[in-house]
């Protein structure tokens, strides 16, 4: 009776939360993606990202209601081991890399390979990648070309996307694939496993959330 529905519900409404993280160098522009993408505006000042933070909004696809978590995560070295924490139960991830600045396209293989070894999907190869090449607005000849950054997408199955923060340019679009193939991602594995707890990430998260609040000395010793 009662009982069974709210059952169903409940499934039905675990079913549709899907976490996306966002990686890669510090100051390619997660978090400025991020921001444009979630409440559509840019913030010129630069301040590193602590740790790891996130935004949860709702979307729809397929005429699916979706809750989306997005994780932006710290690209300064001395975060990195704290990886696994906030890379664990993810659907899909986002690798950015700065056109301007070489380097940070040299370190996808980097950041792609930490992120798997981290957050241990079981479907490691097919997990879904999205690469976006940030600062087209800026990006001059002697930067990243697309042409090099679709090849090495080619090679591991990774969608690239040439995006702007600043101008907002190919900010939807490509965070909206990156919802589409984690919620792809999501209903495979439900699938595959309907018996297991597979949501068990998403139930630690909110359990999470009300410390996270209050936890401005965490941000302190990080600084020190």
């Known amino acids: 009776g009662a009982m069974a529905s709210v059952d169903a519900d409940g499934a039905k409404r675990l079913k549709s939360f899907v976490k996306i993280v966002v990686v890669g160098e510090s100051g390619v522009g997660k978090t400025c993606l991020l921001n444009q993408h979630v409440s559509n505006r840019y ?7 602590i740790g790891a933070d996130f935004h ?6 397929d005429g699916r209601a979706v809750t989306v978590q997005i994780w932006d995560t710290a690209g300064q ?32 293989d980097f950041w792609r390979s930490e992120f798997l070894a981290q ?10 990648f999205v690469v976006m090449g940030n600062k087209r607005d800026i990006a001059r000849d002697g930067g990243v070309s697309n042409s090099l ?29 990156a919802t589409r193939k984690a919620v792809d991602r999501r209903m495979m594995v439900g699938a595959a496993d309907e018996e297991e707890e597979t ?16 936890s ?7 600084s020190s």
């Open 199 to 214: 949501f068990e990430p998403v139930l630690d998260i909110g359990a999470r959330q009300p410390a996270r609040g209050g």
């Open 149 to 177: 950054a679709e090849a090495w997408c080619e090679r591991r199955g990774a969608r690239f996307y040439d995006v702007s923060a600043k101008e907002n340019v190919g900010v939807h679009e490509a965070f909206d694939a």
């Open 56 to 61: 949860t909004h709702e979307a729809e696809v």
């Open 77 to 108: 070295e001395r975060f990195h081991s704290l990886g696994a924490a906030f890379y664990r139960g993810s659907d899909a991830c986002v690798i950015v890399f700065d056109k301007t600045r070489p380097a940070t396209f040299r370190q996808l």
């Open 43 to 49: 913030v010129e000042s630069y301040k590193p990202t």
């Open 119 to 128: 957050a241990a999907p079981e479907d490691e190869r097919s997990f879904p």
């Open 216 to 222: 401005g000395g965490d941000s302190d010793c990080c």
